[in-house]
């Protein structure tokens, strides 16, 4: 964890790494390795961690600053470089800044996040020009959520998270809380009494409001302070579990709305309000990128 913010400069590049919510989550089966067949549908919001990169001509993947409880080697950062590394050949290094934002265990996907945007970020740093595809293929082994990300575009998720099929949603704002609390989301898919034979649905029964989170009943046994958080929000409209969890959310017709409600919210809840994003904020700056290459590199 660092203290500065990062800064975009000659040395250091910054790039977004956006939360994720699960719009719906279904469990409707397990594999032998013990992953669990899922139906889900993701959409970005535009809150993220900052991520700053440094290339080092050593070869060396350095972490810039501590982030509590994660051991270097064990940061989805430092995976997800050298696995870049690997598969590229590249012999570029790089030092990683991490302007964490996003609460860990919370069900945004901040880690995996971290590590898509380190994938996509170095891969125009390091100029190792892999497609989106083979991008997604080194992303999947680092987490079930890093696919998407990686990806950039809200989507109906099956599989384990990686058969994505890209979804235009209504942009609503929302009201994320973060109860003080974290939840393992390995704990929560080993838990006994998770459901695992949900009837798959289609996408237009999901638009039709079919909206439930397999984990919740698990998560609200196991974690009374999300289950406060819950019933607090439920007040204001349909408020949702992400994830495992622990955050928990409700969209609102504007930012008015959602700031009034989050004015009132229980001692001791953290949170924020941010936009739903079908496009990640990581493609925008990656787009961004190549807009500038190519006004650079274009016509004399
Ligand atoms: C719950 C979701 O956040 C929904 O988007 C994801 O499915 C979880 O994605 P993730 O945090 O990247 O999960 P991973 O780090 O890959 O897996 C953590 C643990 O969750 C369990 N896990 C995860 C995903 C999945 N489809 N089935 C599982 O059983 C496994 O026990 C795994 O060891
Ligand atoms: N850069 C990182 N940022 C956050 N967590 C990290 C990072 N590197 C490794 N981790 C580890 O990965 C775990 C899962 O991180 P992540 O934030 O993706 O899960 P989450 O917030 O619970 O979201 P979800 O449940 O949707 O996967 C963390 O609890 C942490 O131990």
């Given at each position: 964890m660092i203290d500065e913010a990062v800064t975009d400069n000659d040395a250091w590049s910054v790039w977004p790494a956006p939360a994720k919510l699960n719009l719906m989550l279904r469990v409707v089966g397990r594999r032998a390795d013990g992953y669990h067949e899922l139906q889900t549908v993701f959409q970005f919001v535009d809150r993220c961690d900052r991520l700053g990169f440094r290339v080092r001509e050593d070869g060396e993947v350095r972490r810039d600053g501590e982030l509590p409880g994660v051991a270097a080697e064990a940061d989805l950062t430092v995976r997800a470089a050298r696995a870049l590394q690997a598969a590229s050949g590249c012999s570029l290094g790089v030092d990683i800044r991490c302007e964490k934002v996003l609460p860990m265990g919370?069900?945004?996907g901040g880690g995996s996040s971290d590590a898509a945007t380190t994938l996509v970020a170095l891969n125009v740093l390091w100029g190792t020009g892999l497609d989106t595809e083979a991008l997604a293929r080194l992303a999947l082994p680092l987490g079930a959520d890093v696919p998407v990300f990686v990806r950039g575009q809200a989507a109906w998720g099956e599989g384990v998270g990686e058969r994505l099929t890209p979804v235009e949603l209504p942009e609503p704002w929302f009201l994320v809380l973060v109860p003080p609390c974290s939840v393992s989301t390995q704990a929560v898919f080993t838990?006994?009494?998770?459901?695992?034979d949900s009837k798959p649905i289609k996408l237009a029964d999901f638009t039709g409001?079919?909206?439930?989170?397999?984990c919740l009943p698990v998560v609200r046994d196991e974690y009374p302070a999300v289950a406060d958080a819950l019933d607090w929000l439920s007040q204001w409209g349909e408020a949702r579990l992400t994830g495992t969890g622990a955050c928990v959310f409700a969209a609102f017709a504007g930012r008015d709305q959602a700031l009034a409600a989050w004015e009132q919210r229980p001692a001791g809840i953290d949170g924020f309000v941010a936009r739903g994003c079908n496009r990640s904020p990581l493609l925008d700056r990656l787009t961004g990128i190549d807009t500038r290459l190519s006004s650079r590199h274009g016509p004399a």
């Open positions: 919370g069900g945004l838990h006994p009494q998770l459901t695992r409001g079919d909206v439930v989170n397999d």
